[in-house]
């Protein structure tokens, strides 16, 4: 989605999740490192430095070795936090879930659940799964169809999908989807 420009085209929450996984599950070295290939991450690499209070400092790095983006990794009971920039993500590997917060924005990504949205688009979240989009409700109901249509509305006028409504490549399966519309003056 166009709201997130800084989690494009690696920070999928999944991707996200398989990587902290995988972390959590590296032995910490008191040297800076180079991990090629990390899950989640492949075929980039990430550069890890020695933890310290704040925790491990790691760097994402191109092909090339120039550095895509720059975060620190800290644990956490159910798996780790990545804090890049003013965002930070919670990932909890055993329930399959990601949060993201940002000053301005900010979602919740299950396997189970899907996307939720909250940011300027709307004053209350806005749910998202293969069957649509919708407000999230408070009550036990389901949302109404007009609800649903203005939740839907939103999303497309802010990109509809996070894969930058057809500008790049789907974050989900990798597909490009691309609308050209031309005038001729």
């Given amino acids: 989605m166009s709201s997130f420009p800084e989690l494009q085209p690696n920070f999928h929450p999944e991707k996200v999740m398989q ?6 599950s590296r032995k910490s070295r008191p040297d800076t490192t180079i991990w090629n290939d990390p899950p989640g991450f492949g075929p980039l690499r990430a550069r890890l430095m020695p933890r310290s209070e704040r925790g491990q400092p790691a760097e994402l ?16 009971p159910e798996g780790g936090v990545i804090r890049m920039g003013s965002g930070k993500f919670t990932v909890n590997v055993k329930d399959s879930a990601v949060r993201y917060w940002h000053p301005q924005r900010e979602f919740k990504w299950s396997k189970a659940k899907g996307w939720r949205v909250l940011n300027a688009l709307a004053d209350r979240a806005i749910d998202s799964n293969d069957r649509g ?5 408070d009550s036990a109901s389901s949302s109404s169809s007009s609800s649903s249509r203005a939740a839907t509305a939103a999303m497309a006028g802010a990109g509809g999908t996070f894969d930058g409504g057809g500008s790049s490549a789907s974050w989900d399966d ?5 609308t050209e519309s031309r005038t001729t003056y």
């Fill in 19 to 24: 990587f902290v996984g995988a972390w959590r």
């Fill in 61 to 76: 790095l191109d092909a090339a070795g120039a550095v895509i983006a720059s975060f620190i990794l800290q644990d956490h």
């Fill in 133 to 137: 989009s919708s407000f999230a409700s």
């Fill in 174 to 178: 990798g597909a490009s989807s691309s």
